[in-house]
């Protein structure tokens, strides 16, 4: 099966950066996807590595190591509306284009 | 343009009883998805439907979930003698097609089986 490992909750500053780490397991997979989601709101798409290495969007960027089945996600300049939960989502894997979510981390931006 | 759109927003059921929610994909998306999510927790996938294809229904955790869509527009899933374990809010996804990368996430259903 597919699984995948996030820690529960990061704490950081206005201002800071942060880094969210996601492990994985899988036999197999397409890409590595990264989804935000406010509290009571629906998971809004941020990023989605395909190939090894840094995907930059804005003050967002998305790293993906195949051989270490790690990834992870950055914020710059953190703002205090993204405190929110990040949830890492393996695509695909066999003959399905499914996305298998991660147990999320609660960030929590402190002024 | 109009997103994915879900009804009912909120449904307080009885166990037993069955439940019917209903999914409206963007225009065009030929991918669709269903996921639960509950309280606090990540989202588990159900169902996916692309085009025309057969769904892959490897998440549906019984035989009492089903799910239908027909061609590559609205979807419905129904839930048969609901129970309490079955209390989440229900979201449904739709994607341009297999080999997009964005999916589109509706507001969801909260279900409530007292």
């Known amino acids: 099966g597919q699984s995948l490992e996030q820690p529960s909750e990061v704490t950081a500053v206005e201002g800071a950066i942060v880094q969210i780490n996601c492990t994985y397991q899988?036999?197999?997979?397409?890409?590595l996807s990264w989804y935000q989601q406010h509290d009571g709101g629906a998971p809004t798409f941020l990023s989605y590595?395909?190939?090894?290495g840094l995907e930059e969007t804005g003050r967002f960027s998305s790293f993906l190591s195949r051989s270490d089945s790690y990834g992870y996600l950055l914020l710059q300049e953190l703002q205090m509306k993204d405190s929110a939960s990040y949830f890492c989502?393996?695509?695909?894997?066999?003959?399905?284009?499914?996305?298998?979510f991660g147990t999320g981390t609660l960030l929590a931006v402190q002024p | 343009g109009a997103g994915v759109s879900q009804s009912p927003s909120n449904k307080v059921t009885e166990k037993g009883k069955d439940v019917e929610l209903r999914c409206d994909p963007i225009?065009?998306?030929?991918?669709l998805y269903w996921y639960r999510q509950r309280l606090g927790q990540g989202l588990e996938f159900l169902i996916y439907?692309?085009?025309?294809?057969?769904?892959?229904k490897s998440g549906l955790p019984s035989d009492r979930f089903s799910a239908e869509r027909t061609g590559e527009s609205v979807s419905t899933l129904t839930i048969q003698r609901t129970q309490q374990e079955d209390s989440a809010v229900y979201l449904c996804?739709?994607?341009?097609?297999?080999?997009?990368?964005?999916?589109?996430f509706g507001p969801g259903t909260r279900l409530t089986v007292l």
């Open positions: 439907f692309q085009g025309n294809s057969a769904p892959d």
């Open positions: 225009s065009g998306h030929t991918a």
């Open positions: 996804a739709s994607m341009t097609g297999p080999s997009y990368n964005e999916q589109f």
């Open positions: 899988t036999s197999g997979f397409y890409g």
């Open positions: 989502a393996l695509k695909g894997g066999g003959a399905t284009n499914k996305l298998i």
């Open positions: 590595n395909a190939l090894d």
